[in-house]
């Protein structure tokens, strides 16, 4: 790696950000299977998104299919997994986007990880927070019933260890309130500490 020198560009992140009017940020949802990851960093993606911030969402579910293919869910490969997408989000936030992402990201050495990758705070982590019972109850894929059953090796929080958030930004329990209100918590949060124009959001929100 000592013969690679890093080339800088004339057009910086600064620069990228200027040109589309937002801070560039990664918003980081990590919780078990069934927690409600996806369907919040989506329903968040779209109200940013209406309201003409440039985005991206990345998702574990469809990473896997593709760049992460390879990959299975041994604590090596989700290691492998987060490691990727953390750097692939770096260079999304480098391209001047509000990045989401929703990875179940088991360990807290993962994010802490992923985390040191941005400055100060680029990197805001949302804890799913639903208790297992919950998402078990939900069981949306059939996962959980297969976990208990033995069909699957590794199941996040059956045989596999999630570790909970020590210093999330945020903490969302979606068995608790409704869609529409946990993104408009998440929305405040985002326009309190300054990352998003709350004058943009007016107009859909
Ligand atoms: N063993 C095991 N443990 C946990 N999850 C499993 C497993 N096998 C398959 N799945 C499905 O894969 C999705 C999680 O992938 P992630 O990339 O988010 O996992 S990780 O962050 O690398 O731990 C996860 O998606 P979500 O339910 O959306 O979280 C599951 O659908
Ligand atoms: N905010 C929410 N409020 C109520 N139920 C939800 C909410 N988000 C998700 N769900 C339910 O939980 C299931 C799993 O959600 P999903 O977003 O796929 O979770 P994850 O990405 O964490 O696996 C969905 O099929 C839906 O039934």
């Given at each position: 790696m000592s013969d690679i020198v890093w080339?800088?560009?004339?057009?910086?992140?600064?620069?990228?950000?200027?040109?589309?009017?937002?801070?560039?940020?990664?918003?980081?949802?990590?919780?078990?299977?069934?927690?409600?990851?996806?369907?919040?960093?989506?329903?968040?993606?779209?109200?940013?998104?209406?309201?003409?911030?440039?985005?991206?969402?990345?998702?574990g579910d469809n990473v896997r299919?593709?760049?992460?293919?390879?990959?299975?869910?041994?604590?090596?490969?989700?290691?492998?997994?987060?490691?990727?997408?953390?750097?692939?989000?770096?260079?999304?936030?480098?391209?001047?986007?509000?990045?989401?992402?929703?990875?179940?990201?088991?360990?807290?050495?993962?994010?802490?990880?992923?985390?040191?990758?941005?400055?100060?705070?680029?990197?805001?982590e949302v804890h799913v927070s639903t208790p297992i019972e919950v998402c078990e109850a939900r069981d949306p894929k059939g996962l959980y019933s297969k976990a208990r059953a033995g069909e699957i090796k590794d199941f996040t929080g059956i045989s596999a260890p999630y570790e909970v958030p020590t210093a999330a930004e945020l903490t969302i329990d979606t068995s608790k309130g409704d869609l529409a209100n946990q993104v408009r918590a998440l929305l405040d949060y985002l326009a309190a500490i300054q990352v998003i124009d709350s004058e943009k959001l007016k107009a859909v929100v």
């Open positions: 080339h800088q560009h004339s057009i910086d992140q600064q620069s990228r950000a200027e040109q589309k009017g937002q801070n560039p940020i990664l918003l980081w949802f990590t919780g078990l299977s069934g927690s409600g990851k996806s369907t919040l960093a989506g329903a968040l993606e779209r109200a940013l998104f209406d309201a003409g911030f440039h985005t991206y969402l990345l998702d299919h593709g760049l992460c293919k390879d990959l299975g869910f041994s604590s090596e490969d989700r290691d492998e997994n987060l490691r990727r997408v953390g750097e692939v989000a770096k260079l999304m936030v480098d391209a001047g986007l509000v990045v989401l992402s929703a990875f179940i990201s088991p360990t807290r050495e993962e994010r802490e990880r992923v985390r040191a990758l941005f400055e100060a705070g680029q990197f805001i």
